[in-house]
Nanobody, 125 residues
Framework: QVQVVESGGGLVQAGGSLRLSCTAS????????MAWFRQAPGKEREGVSCINSWTSGNTYYRDSVKGRFTISRDNAKNTLYLQMNSLQPEYTAMYYCAVARGQYCVLIQTEYNYWGQGTQVTVSS
């Protein structure tokens, strides 16, 4: 049974940082691309960043987070990370980790098989 569990969310002031983590079990983690999505209140869920299956794999970011967020993975620990710096109130959302259907990643929700329950990130002004 595949389980995807996020952690690391919380309340932070504008300009602060958070590091999200996601562990995925019940599958060959190193075989799958991974991604972070987010959903703000009243808005649709959107892709934030993704990484191909291998450690130091190709990474992709939505334009609004480039230079602020860094995605990485440790395949030995079955863990995905999202380092978020210079956070702004508009980044307040539930952040979800997702497992891609294959090795490669794209920021399209239908390309992901498994999802976590999410971790809340709240940025105060």
């Amino acid at each position: 049974q595949v389980q995807v569990v996020e952690s690391g969310g919380g309340l932070v002031q504008a300009g602060g940082s958070l590091r999200l983590s996601c562990t995925a079990s019940g599958l060959g983690f190193h075989n799958y691309g991974m991604a972070w999505f987010r959903q703000a209140p009243g808005k649709e869920r959107e892709g934030v960043s993704c990484i191909n299956s291998w450690t130091s794999g190709n990474t992709y970011y939505r334009d609004s987070v480039k230079g602020r967020f860094t995605i990485s993975r440790d395949n030995a620990k079955n863990t995905l990370y999202l380092q978020m710096n210079s956070l702004q109130p508009e980044y307040t959302a539930m952040y979800y980790c997702a497992v891609a259907r294959g090795q490669y990643c794209v920021l399209i929700q239908t390309e992901y098989n498994y999802w976590g329950q999410g971790t809340q990130v709240t940025v105060s002004s």
